[in-house]
């Protein structure tokens, strides 16, 4: 099997929200932390506002792995990128490192600021007993031992995020892309899926 | 007492009385720099499938559970649900 990933088809995002509001419920994520968020980009400029969901990407070569000074991430058989809480200092380095703030920290503390780090865990918990209230109660729920898939992608109502196997979600979307000839445009097309086929022509002077 | 078994007992204590200053190793032994160091995960294959679900992986076959995602995956492509 290859690595587990999100996938999130900007063309089709409404930012609804619906995904946020998944992860919270399904994790009952504490006050202040957002495990997922839905970025805007030329928000009202008809015909140019994108949206896109955002989380841990689960990186293959995760930048917060390199930087935490007490080594608490660790990456599972399926590619999914944990952490275990009880090592963690809370320090902030891996929300420095990650280019997409998935890490978060609890500002309901006592103390304020910086309790211990909370992210994505691509709803398959974390180092607990599978399923335990331990488990539940530190990192979320754990779907993937249950054999589903996160509730954010499959909550999402115009299944603009997709989640799972890397190699799976990418034929569903360079399928998806051929079917309404427009994506393949975007940076990178050329280098992920090789020249387009079909309706899907790259845009002229486009990077691909 | 002789001036030399004076020296020797003086000696002793001072060697003694360093000890104090001497510093256990902190980290654990097993530390190694770059490694996760938190409690080993399970995988999810290792879990009985939920009882009231329709999931029919075998407990322990990663196959299998991967199979059941993979559908699961696929669930995510209307393309292909549409007209079934």
């Given at each position: 099997?290859?690595?587990m ?58 930048p ?14 399926d590619?999914v ?11 902030g ?10 890490p ?8 304020g ?23 539940f109660?530190?990192y ?6 249950e ?5 954010c ?30 994506g ?14 079909g309706g ?9 | ?5 004076v ?9 003694a ?25 399970t ?38 649900r549409?007209?079934?």
């Amino acid at each position: 099997m290859a690595r587990m990933k999100f996938l999130c088809d900007a063309e089709r995002c409404i930012e609804c929200n619906g995904c946020v509001t998944a992860c919270k419920n399904e994790n009952e994520v504490p006050w202040g932390v957002n495990r997922r968020r839905v970025v805007t980009i030329n928000d009202g400029v008809i015909g140019a506002e994108k949206s896109i969901s955002v989380a841990c990407m689960h990186c293959s070569d995760a930048p917060c792995m390199a930087v935490c000074p007490v080594d608490c991430f660790y990456r599972t058989e399926d590619g999914v990128v944990l952490h275990d809480k009880d090592l963690c200092i809370g320090c902030g380095y891996c929300f420095y490192a990650c280019p997409f703030g998935a890490p978060q920290f609890p500002q309901a503390g006592a103390f304020g600021l910086r309790g211990k780090m909370d992210k994505c865990t691509f709803c398959s918990g974390g180092p607990e007993p599978d399923r335990s209230e331990a488990e539940f109660k530190k990192y979320g729920r754990n779907r993937l031992s249950e054999g589903k898939l996160p509730a954010c992608a499959e909550m999402c109502s115009t299944k603009a995020l997709l989640g799972g196997d890397g190699d799976v979600i990418a034929d569903i979307y360079r399928q998806r892309v051929t079917v309404r000839g427009k994506g393949s445009e975007v940076w990178g097309w050329g280098t992920a899926y090789g020249k387009p086929a079909g309706g899907a022509q790259p845009a002229a002077g486009s990077k691909s | 007492m002789s001036a030399r078994t004076v020296v020797a007992v003086l000696a002793a204590l001072g060697l003694a009385a360093l000890a104090g200053c001497g510093e256990r190793p902190q980290a654990e032994a097993t530390y190694k720099q770059g490694k996760y160091q938190g409690k080993p995960d399970t995988r999810p294959w290792d879990n009985a499938p939920l009882a009231y679900g329709n999931d029919k992986w075998t407990q322990g076959n990663k196959t299998t559970w991967e199979d059941e995602l993979k559908g699961r995956t696929l669930n995510q492509n209307e393309n292909t649900r549409i007209g079934q």
